[in-house]
T-cell receptor
Framework: AQSVTQPDIHITVSEGASLELRCNYSYGATPYLFWYVQSPGQGLQLLLKYFSGDTLVQGIKGFEAEFKRSQSSFNLRKPSVHWSDAAEYFCAVAPDNYGQNFVFGPGTRLSVLP | ETGVTQSPTHLIKTRGQQVTLRCSSQSGHNTVSWYQQALGQGPQFIFQYYREEENGRGNFPPRFSGLQFPNYSSELNVNALELDDSALYLC????????????FGQGTRLTVV
């Protein structure tokens, strides 16, 4: 069965600092990988996704993520964090079939200091 | 901007009762899925409907059931509510299933007392 781990429950960074959120997955084949963001009281918004091809993917709001097959990782990065980036971030994996049945990680809560 | 709307936004029910949650998909989307998000956890897949047929289900008991209507709106029904059913329930819709972008609604917060 697929699983996703996000080792950091809570991360605090200063505004303007760089950010890296870690994600590791367990899946037999190459999965479809996603990062979603959830602001308080809001649904989930897709930041970026990886299906195949270039292992460095660009997303919205200045985020990028790198797929590393050898490490089963899909870490999310941003060079300069803004106060509005404070939210919960979820990494998700989907199996290589047809559907929306994502497996989500437990999430990482990001706090941003002024 | 997501066009997925869920109702109600908040709901309190008593253990043993039944509840129906509703989701209006984004215009043109024919695939809808439901997720349960317990406090402090990631969402867990309940099931998915494609063109009114269930075509995927997570590890949830049969008392969790759903419907998708011809206009592609959807319902999640939960019978015999338990305290552990207290969670945020999220609906997501997409066009033609697959890995086109899934748009999530804001969720329904269900509290079982």
């Amino acid at each position: 069965a697929q699983s996703v781990t996000q080792p950091d429950i809570h991360i605090t960074v200063s505004e303007g600092a760089s950010l890296e959120l870690r994600c590791n997955y367990s899946y037999g084949a190459t999965p479809y990988l996603f990062w979603y963001v959830q602001s308080p009281g809001q649904g989930l918004q897709l930041l970026l996704k990886y299906f195949s091809g270039d292992t460095l993917v660009q997303g919205i709001k200045g985020f990028e993520a790198e797929f590393k097959r050898s490490q089963s990782s899909f870490n999310l990065r941003k060079p300069s964090v803004h106060w509005s980036d404070a939210a919960e971030y979820f990494c998700a994996v989907a199996p290589d079939n047809y559907g929306q049945n994502f497996v989500f990680g437990p999430g990482t809560r990001l706090s941003v200091l002024p | 901007e997501t066009g997925v709307t869920q109702s109600p936004t908040h709901l309190i029910k008593t253990r043993g009762q039944q509840v129906t949650l509703r989701c209006s998909s984004q215009s043109g989307h024919n695939t809808v899925s439901w997720y349960q998000q317990a406090l402090g956890q990631g969402p867990q897949f309940i099931f998915q409907y494609y063109r009114e047929e269930e075509n995927g289900r997570g590890n949830f008991p049969p008392r969790f059931s759903g419907l998708q209507f011809p206009n592609y709106s959807s319902e999640l029904n939960v019978n015999a509510l338990e305290l552990d059913d207290s969670a945020l329930y999220l609906c997501a819709s997409s066009l033609e299933g697959g890995y086109t972008e899934a748009f999530f609604g804001q969720g329904t917060r269900l509290t079982v007392v």
